[in-house]
C-alpha cells in the first residue's frame, strides 16, 4: 500500500499538465488528479477498517472533519457544486494519509525524492516550451510585459507550482541534513539543474503572489537560520531593483500607478482593494446568514449578483473567498486548522523547524493576496503533504528523543550498579 501511495504522489505533479480534453465535463489531469485522491481516500478507510491506525490522532483531525462535515452539510446549499466541495475537501486526505503511512526517516526521504522527481517533468517541459516561445498566456497590454504558462492551464499555476517546488526541495535537504542521510551527488546536480529551470519559469511566468510567497519564505528562514546572508540577500535585491528598475516597474505597473496623485488605490494589484469592496458587498447583501453560511460552495457562476462587472471572478483571497463558499464558520475553522499547523512547526526541533515555519508563514501570505493555496486544486493537495511530512517529523523525532532519554537512563543505572558492586 505505501508503494502505491508514494507512486500516487510522485504523479501529482504530472497532473497539473494541461491539455484541452475533458472527461464527463472535467479537464482530462483534473478527472486524474480526483481518480488519485480517490485512492488515496480508500488508502485511508483501509487503514481504518484494518486498524492500522485511528481516525483521529490529533487536535487538527478533529478541525479537519469538522471542517469536512460542515462543507458537506452546506452541500444542502441551493448554490452549492458538489465538484467544488470535493476540490476543497480531497487535498485534506493527503494530510491523514501521509502522516499515518510514512513513519520513518527514510519512507519521507523517499516521498519527497519521488515528488520532486515527478516535479522535474512539467518544470523541463515548461522550460523547454517557454524558451521556444510556447504556449505566451498573455501580454500586458500597457507594458509589452510577456506572460508564458508553460505547460500549466495558465500562468499561476505555473509561478506557484514553481514555489511549491522549491519549498519542497527546502524540505527535503533540510532533512537530509536534520536526519544525516547523505544526498547522491547525481541528485544534487540533477535537482540544481530543476531549481535553476524551475527560477526561470517563475520569472517567466511574472506571478507576483509566486514571488512574494518566496521572498516571505527565505525571508523568514533566513531571519532565524543566518541574518548574515538574509542582510547580504536583500542589499543584493534592493541593488537589482535599482539596476533594473524600469523592469521592475513594468512589473508593479499598476501598483505605481494606483498609487500616483491622479492614481485610484482601488485598483492596485489587478483590482484587489475593489474585488474585496465587491465580495464583502455581497455578503453584506445577504445579512447575516450570508455571513454564517456563505453564498455556496462554487457559487459564483450560479448567482449573477456575484458577478464582478458581468464575469464570475474569484476573491484574490484564499481566505475572504472561503468565507464567500463556506461562510465564516468554515473560514474561522480553516484558520484555526492553519494556526495548529503554525504551532506545530515551531516546537519542531531547530534545524528543521524554521523551514516548516517559513512555508506555513509563506503559504498563508500568498492565500491573503490571491487565491493560491487553497482554492487551487493541485497545490493545495501538496500544500497538506508537506503540513503531513511535518507531523510526521515531530513524531519521528519525538520518539527518537525518548529511545535517547531511555537508552541515557540504561547506562545511568547499569553505571550505578558497576560502582556499587566494585
Keep these: 500500500m505505501k508503494g502505491l501511495i508514494v507512486v500516487l504522489f510522485a504523479l501529482k505533479p504530472a497532473t497539473f499538465w494541461f491539455v484541452g480534453t475533458t472527461i464527463l465535463g472535467v479537464g482530462f ?3 486524474v488528479a480526483i481518480l488519485m485522491n480517490a485512492l488515496l481516500l480508500i488508502a485511508f478507510l483501509v487503514g481504518i477498517m484494518t486498524k492500522r491506525f485511528g481516525i483521529v490522532k490529533n487536535n487538527i483531525d478533529i478541525l479537519i472533519i469538522a471542517f469536512s462535515c460542515w462543507c458537506l452539510l452546506l452541500l444542502f446549499h441551493p448554490n452549492s457544486s458538489v465538484k467544488e466541495t470535493m476540490q476543497l475537501l480531497l487535498p485534506l486526505f493527503n494530510f491523514f494519509v501521509v502522516c499515518r503511512y510514512f513513519k520513518n526517516e527514510q519512507d519521507i526521504l523517499k516521498l519527497l525524492r519521488a515528488i520532486l522527481i515527478g516535479f522535474s ?3 523541463i517541459a515548461s522550460a523547454i516550451y517557454t524558451f521556444l516561445g510556447l504556449n505566451l498566456d498573455m501580454v500586458i497590454y500597457l507594458t509589452g510585459v510577456e506572460r508564458y504558462r508553460g505547460v500549466f492551464a495558465n500562468i499561476h ?9 522549491i519549498f519542497l526541495l527546502s524540505i ?4 537530509s541534513k536534520h536526519w544525516n542521510s547523505n544526498v547522491t551527488v547525481s541528485m544534487k546536480i540533477f535537482m540544481a539543474i530543476c531549481f535553476i529551470l524551475a527560477m526561470y519559469c517563475l520569472n517567466k511566468s511574472v506571478v507576483r503572489t509566486a514571488f512574494l510567497s518566496l521572498l516571505v519564505f527565505f525571508i523568514i528562514y533566513y531571519w532565524f537560520y543566518n541574518k548574515k546572508i538574509l542582510v547580504i540577500g536583500v542589499f543584493v535585491g534592493l541593488l537589482g531593483i535599482g539596476i533594473f528598475f524600469e523592469k521592475f516597474e513594468t512589473i508593479m505597473f499598476d501598483v505605481f500607478e494606483a498609487t500616483s496623485e491622479e492614481g485610484n ?18 455578503l453584506n447583501e445577504g445579512g447575516v446568514i450570508s455571513w454564517i453560511v456563505g453564498t455556496g460552495v462554487g457559487s459564483r457562476p450560479n448567482i449573477s449578483s456575484l458577478l464582478y462587472h458581468g464575469r464570475a471572478i474569484d476573491s484574490h483571497n484564499d481566505y475572504l473567498e472561503l468565507v464567500m463558499n463556506t461562510g465564516l464558520v468554515g473560514c474561522l475553522i480553516y484558520l484555526a486548522i492553519t494556526l495548529l499547523m503554525l504551532s506545530k512547526a515551531l516546537k519542531l526541533r531547530r534545524s528543521v523547524r524554521y523551514i516548516f515555519v517559513a512555508v506555513v508563514l509563506a503559504t498563508i501570505a500568498a492565500n491573503f493576496v490571491s487565491n493560491s493555496f487553497i ?7 501538496l ?11 515531530s513524531t519521528i523525532d519525538a520518539q527518537k528523543f525518548l529511545r535517547q532519554k531511555a ?9 550505578g550498579l558497576e560502582s556499587s558492586i566494585s
Excluded at 375 to 381: D, I, P, S, T, V
Excluded at 407 to 415: C, D, N, V
Design 29 to 31: 489531469f483534473d478527472f
Design 121 to 123: 517533468v512539467p518544470i
Design 157 to 165: 499555476n505555473m509561478g506557484l507550482s514553481m514555489v511549491m517546488f
Design 172 to 175: 527535503y535537504l533540510g532533512l
Design 265 to 282: 488605490i482601488d485598483q492596485a494589484g489587478s483590482g484587489r482593494i475593489s474585488i474585496w469592496k465587491h465580495q464583502f458587498g455581497i
Design 375 to 381: 482554492a487551487r486544486f493541485g497545490l493545495a493537495q
Design 383 to 393: 500544500f497538506m503533504l508537506m503540513m503531513g511530512i511535518m507531523f510526521s517529523v
Design 407 to 415: 537508552e541515557r537512563e540504561r547506562f545511568r543505572t547499569q553505571e
